[in-house]
């Protein structure tokens, strides 16, 4: 399962620290819009929250997998790569399932009401 979000992440490789956006999150990884291009097998530390206030912090080390530069993509918008989530460990990888299944769970949730 894979969850639509738009999450700042803050990325650490040995070279550089940028700032990118995550579109979507999985239980093996996410897809990051980058400021900057990283080659397929680059590792990083990357850090996001769960929640806007930044009350839960999740750092994680991440391979890129893949990496696609696209004629129709906004030059803005940055560079979309594919992170796989390296060596997580059981209590991380509770913590994220259960944050992607409450994401899961709050995008289907209609906050509209119905007709009067």
């Not at 509770?94 to 992607?100: D, K, R, V």
């Amino acid at each position: 399962m894979r969850v639509q979000l738009e999450y700042p992440v803050k990325c650490m490789t040995p070279q550089v620290i940028f700032e990118g956006k995550a579109i979507n999150l999985g239980l093996h990884g996410l897809s990051l819009l980058s400021p900057v291009p990283l080659e397929i097998g680059t590792e990083m530390a990357i850090l996001f929250s769960f929640t806007p206030d930044g009350d839960t912090p999740f750092l994680a080390l991440a391979e890129v997998i893949w990496g696609e530069e696209g004629e129709d993509q906004n030059a803005n918008e940055g560079i979309s790569l594919g992170l796989r989530f390296l060596n997580l460990g059981r209590q991380k990888e509770a913590l994220l399932s259960f944050h992607i299944h409450q994401l899961a769970l709050s995008g289907y949730i209609t906050s509209t009401p119905g007709p009067a």
